[in-house]
T-cell receptor, first 116, second 113 residues
Framework: KAGVTQTPRYLIKTRGQQVTLSCSPI?????VSWYQQTPGQGLQFLFE???????NKGNFPGRFSGRQFSNSRSEMNVSTLELGDSALYLC???????????????FGPGTRLTVL | AQSVTQLGSHVSVSEGALVLLRCNYS??????LFWYVQYPNQGLQLLLK????ATLVKGINGFEAEFKKSETSFHLTKPSAHMSDAAEYFC???????????WGAGTKLIIKP
């Protein structure tokens, strides 16, 4: 079974631009979570989607948004990029057959975003 | 509010020595606890998790962790370190069934030959 895939793996943008990152979960997984990882702040939760609905959201400004499609693939968008948005963005999927409870999260390799 | 503290941003051990990575958490309800490992330029991989039941949890690659409620700890151990264990290790906690994880800052494990 293929793992979680994220595209692109590397991205360079300039301040003020916007960016869209894509995540394809493991087949059959319905929950997708997004995280931002930086050396200074560590791993921070962005949001989680289950069956196309955002169920949880972390403490990030509205410039960060996401969505999930009917095939469970997810995208996250960052508008008006700032230098501080440079980070590794990780996507994780989990099975969560019942829509609740704890299940193992499987992570993709991440997208490394550099904002110049 | 939940929080996770990992003691030591870097831990250095000799190959063959005991590995001990510390994790303490704060939670108002029985938590779910996780250890993940991240190798350079890769995503995170689950090592082990505690949800309910036996407090000593065995994971992959010879790692184990023990949930100690009285100490609010979930330390990760491995009896004998191997060079391939060099990576960054993250402890995470969730006290909600809808699975929002709170992460520790991570501990880089360095293995000396």
């Amino acid at each position: 079974k293929a793992g979680v895939t994220q595209t692109p793996r590397y991205l360079i943008k300039t301040r003020g631009q916007q960016v869209t990152l894509s995540c394809s979960p493991i087949s059959g997984h319905r929950s997708v979570s997004w995280y931002q990882q930086t050396p200074g702040q560590g791993l921070q939760f962005l949001f989680e989607y289950f069956s196309e609905t955002q169920r949880n959201k972390g403490n990030f400004p509205g410039r960060f948004s996401g969505r999930q499609f009917s095939n469970s693939r997810s995208e996250m968008n960052v508008s008006t990029l700032e230098l501080g948005d440079s980070a590794l963005y990780l996507c994780a999927s989990s099975l969560l057959t019942s829509g609740s409870g704890i299940d193992t999260q499987y992570f993709g390799p991440g997208t490394r975003l550099t904002v110049l | 509010a939940q929080s996770v503290t990992q003691l030591g941003s870097h831990v250095s051990v000799s190959e063959g020595a005991l590995v001990l990575l510390r994790c303490n958490y704060s939670s108002s309800v029985p938590p779910y606890l996780f250890w993940y490992v991240q190798y350079p330029n890769q995503g995170l991989q689950l090592l082990l998790k505690y949800t309910t039941g036996a407090t000593l949890v065995k994971g992959i690659n010879g790692f184990e962790a023990e949930f100690k409620k009285s100490e609010t700890s979930f330390h990760l151990t491995k009896p004998s370190a191997h060079m391939s264990d060099a990576a960054e290790y993250f402890c995470a906690v969730s006290e909600r069934a809808d699975y929002q994880l709170i992460w520790g800052a991570g501990t880089k494990l360095i293995i000396k030959p």
